[in-house]
């Protein structure tokens, strides 16, 4: 990724028409990601607010699995790893292993996506939903947005990998790819927080 | 009004040409005009509604109830708060933003022309969706333009008023982080070759800020309206009043953003001033250095003073001290602010032209608006004036003068650039004076009634309280306003009549400084038929001294028009629609639509067309020749402000022309 960008700093210099609207796109899509964590944080700061606000129903301390969520993070960092891994089989314009990495990647993602469902499901079996305490509905709403990022992540990248099948690799395709593996390591580190803020923090008290 | 544009459209035939060249364009010139042209319309029904407003409270004084009922007079209110800053502050200042900044940077278009025309097509969609109940039945919103909570949720306010409230700002909001994105990404990255930051243009640096600070508040708005919907639709309790829920924090987010907000409107409305009274003086901005600190010193301490809005909500002493505090300091930057623009003037050769006007109106309103302010935040004063029409007042006079006048200034000094003729001079004039009188007229008692205890959102008051003759001057005066509107109106049709006579052949009629002069007026699609050089502050200035040079002309790569921006929005408006109404299977297909029409056109590889060098230079060459002709054909000694038409001359031609018509009937 650093190689990445140098690269694209580089190409300020060059006055290739293509490589300064990638340039461009590239920067966007910084400027864009930070719009995305400006959202989190005001979801952060909500939780923050109504995290002891249970109303009678159960803290967060009752109802997390630490070893559950322990898993579905290290699956999480994982897969930001393998689409590293596709990022730089990109660079090389090495189509199989780009199918390759970013497919475990997808693969990964989708498990994740699964185990968090079955943990909301298991909280909601329970008895406890959104509609019961202010800190619930923050923490679905918290975790649920991350969760529908992930998704909006999977099918972007399951798109941009059938077009790549299709028609092969050139710099569009790659950019592309750029993009989608910036998007993935940001939410990688909002799920660090979730991980620490949501999860962890729960259980000092 | 809607019924007869269509009518036209289809007796001329010009559907097609409308969707071609306009609705599909990505070009931000065209955008530019169209956010004019909605904004404009949005304006008449705000004014309507303030009216309304008005009418009402100088009729309702003791045993009469004034002609509506207080739920009536609520969803008034709160669409007239949502009109003017959503659908008619921000359309006026994206539309400047749109036309005049490529154009300033020596850009030929967006950083992505396709995100611009989404972002205007989702402010058309909030724009509908606000209007909806005209046409589907139900109410709007009453509770006031920020939906305060607990009371904007379901408990309280059952119907569909809220839900239509959130999706218009909602969609509308989205497209303007989108905006935002994409100006940041333009200034920074697409600046002609030697123009580096410290040598950008006033107007780009206020619109630079204004965007910066709009990519950094929106956000928070849009996940505002998510809680604030989740509570209403899903049964979530973020800002109810059980379960834990907590509506103080629902002030915090909402003034997060919203008092952010109008320095995003205002930030490029200072701009402008910069730029007119530099051109009206015949200086460069003085100090201009302190004058981008300015920009920027407003809009970094205008993020951190939102608690000042609810300094009585029972935030601690210290915390209401430190939010009054910061928000006194707001006033030293725009001192600095102000403070330039009298050096830029002093010594200058000043031209009173109406672009220059409108800033002599706003330093006066502005004044009164910015020392009432100042006042609002020490916050032992603020416990007896909070929400009272003190209050409203002094953000009216804050909005009107500065905002509003900027933008007027703004549009009287670029039109040329933006129609290829300028504005009546003289009934601009008169419309400028209007708006004065106007305002002082309404507002100025205002203030009184403020100090004497009314509250605001008040549709009845006790006829002892002795207010009715404050509220009755108040309501002249809103008519008074009124007049000046219609005198703009009649001031754009008096123009296109002349238009012959008020063309600007040389694209510089003011003898400005900034590289939008440097182009024909209107700018050619492609803005700049050759990349100017800039080495200086003032480019188009010292080309000026140093004499034009013979353009060489290359081929040049412009986007396609594309429609996927209004089917994005189509489908948005559906997804809105849908959750106003629970009505699931809209809900998805908007969703799945919105996906669809994405995917196909980020993946769509072919955006871009060519105009050769060849075609560049002839269609410059005949505008020269157009522009020539235009010279010889008319009268040159009956070109000045002078010579513009009054009202008088404006109202027998538009009664010779309803009498030609009537008689061709016969």
Not at chain 2, 63 to 71: C, N, P
Not at chain 2, 216 to 238: E, Q
Not at chain 2, 245 to 258: D, E, F, R, V
């Amino acid at each position: 990724m650093v190689a990445w960008l140098s690269e694209a700093q580089k190409m300020n210099h060059v006055e290739s028409h293509e490589e300064a609207s990638t340039d461009r796109v590239m920067f966007g899509f910084w400027i864009y990601l930070m719009t995305d964590l400006l959202m989190f944080a005001a979801l952060f700061a909500v939780f923050a607010v109504l995290r002891n606000n249970t109303a009678g129903e159960p803290s967060g301390k009752d109802i997390f699995s630490l070893p559950f969520v322990l898993i579905e993070t290290l699956i999480l960092l994982t897969s930001s790893f393998t689409c590293g891994l596709g990022m730089i089989a990109a660079r090389n314009k090495d189509k199989a292993k780009v199918m390759l990495w970013f497919g475990v990647t997808m693969l990964l993602g989708l498990i994740f996506l699964t185990l968090e469902i079955k943990e909301f499901s298991t909280i909601l079996h329970e008895g406890h939903s959104w509609r019961d305490s202010a800190f619930l509905s923050s923490f679905f709403v918290l975790v649920g947005t991350h969760g529908l990022h992930i998704t909006s992540g999977i099918l972007w990248l399951a798109v941009t990998l059938r077009y790549i099948a299709r028609q092969g690799l050139n710099h569009h395709k790659i950019r592309k790819l750029a993009l989608i593996s910036l998007f993935w390591h940001f939410l990688d580190i909002v799920w660090i927080f979730i991980f620490t803020v949501v999860y962890l923090m729960s259980f000092i008290n | 009004m809607m019924l007869l544009i269509a009518g036209y459209l289809t007796y001329k035939k010009r559907w097609k040409w409308l969707w071609k060249e306009w609705l599909t364009s990505v070009d931000p010139k065209k955008i530019g005009i169209m956010y004019f042209i909605v904004g404009g319309f949005m304006l008449l029904r705000g004014i309507l509604d303030a009216l309304m407003i008005w009418l009402q409270q100088s009729l309702a004084a003791g045993a009469s109830h004034g002609y509506l009922s207080s739920e009536h007079f609520q969803e008034i209110f709160t669409a007239h708060g949502n009109i003017m800053v959503f659908f008619v502050a921000m359309a006026f200042i994206f539309g400047l933003i749109n036309y005049i900044v490529p154009l300033q940077i020596g850009a030929r278009d967006l950083a992505s022309p396709f995100m611009n025309t989404l972002g205007f097509w989702l402010f058309v969609g909030g724009v509908v969706m606000v209007n909806m109940f005209f046409l589907f039945g139900g109410q709007y919103a009453a509770t006031g333009w920020l939906a305060v909570a607990p009371l904007s949720g379901k408990e309280f306010s059952p119907g569909v008023g809220v839900d239509y409230w959130i999706w218009s700002l909602q969609i509308s909001g989205i497209g303007t982080t989108l905006g935002a994105i994409n100006f940041i990404m333009t200034i920074l990255k697409m600046r002609v070759k030697g123009m580096t930051l410290w040598k950008m243009p006033a107007f780009t640096w206020g619109s630079l800020c204004s965007m910066l600070m709009a990519a950094t508040i929106f956000p928070i708005l849009t996940m505002t309206l998510f809680l604030v919907f989740f509570d209403r639709y899903l049964g979530t309790h973020f800002f109810t009043t059980t379960a834990g829920g907590n509506a103080m924090l629902y002030s915090n987010l909402i003034w997060m953003w919203g008092h952010p907000e109008v320095y995003v409107l205002i930030l490029p409305a200072y701009a402008i001033f910069s730029e007119i009274v530099a051109v009206f003086s015949r200086k460069p901005v003085a100090n201009y250095k302190s004058n981008v600190f300015g920009l920027i010193g407003v809009a970094s301490l205008s993020l951190v003073v939102w608690l000042h809005h609810f300094f009585t909500m029972g935030s601690s002493a210290d915390v209401n001290a430190f939010f009054g505090i910061m928000t006194v300091f707001v006033a030293i930057p725009t001192t600095v602010l102000v403070f330039n623009w009298i050096a830029t003037m002093y010594k200058g050769r000043i031209r009173l032209d109406t672009p220059m006007l409108w800033f002599l109106g706003f330093a006066g309103v502005f004044a009164i608006g910015g020392i009432t302010g100042v006042l609002l935040a020490v916050p032992s004063i603020d416990f007896q004036l909070h929400n009272s029409l003190f209050l409203v007042a002094h953000f009216h006079s804050t909005v009107i003068g500065g905002v509003v006048f900027g933008v007027f200034a703004g549009i009287s000094y670029w039109f040329p650039k933006f129609t290829g003729f300028r504005l009546n001079e003289r009934l601009g004039r008169y419309a400028f004076w209007l708006w004065i009188v106007g305002y002082f007229m309404s507002f100025v008692p205002m203030f009184i009634l403020g100090l004497m205890g009314a509250s605001r959102r008040l549709d009845h008051y006790d006829a002892s309280t002795g207010w009715q003759p404050f509220f009755i001057v108040s309501l002249i005066g809103g008519i008074v306003i009124t007049a000046g509107v219609t005198m703009q109106v009649v001031q754009i049709i008096a123009s296109f009549i002349e238009k012959k006579r008020l063309m600007d052949t040389t694209g510089d009629p003011w003898d400005a400084r900034t590289l939008e002069w440097s182009v024909a007026s209107p700018a050619p699609a492609y803005n700049f038929a050759a990349l100017p050089d800039v080495s200086e502050r003032d480019g188009f200035w010292a080309m000026k001294q140093t004499g034009l040079q013979k353009p060489t002309y290359e081929d040049i790569h412009m986007p396609k028009n594309t429609a996927s921006g209004i089917y994005l929005s189509i489908y948005a408006f559906l997804t809105g629609f849908g959750f106003v109404w629970d009505i699931k299977w809209l809900i998805i297909v908007g969703i799945v639509g919105m996906i669809y029409t994405f995917i196909t056109r980020t993946f769509d590889e072919d955006s871009e067309y060519k105009i050769a060098a060849s075609d560049v230079e002839k269609s410059e060459q005949e505008h020269f020749v157009k522009m020539q002709e235009v010279e010889k054909s008319r009268d040159q000694s009956k070109i000045g402000p002078e010579y513009d038409m009054g009202l008088s001359d404006f109202i027998k031609i538009v009664w010779k022309w309803l009498l030609g018509l009537a008689r061709h009937k016969k």
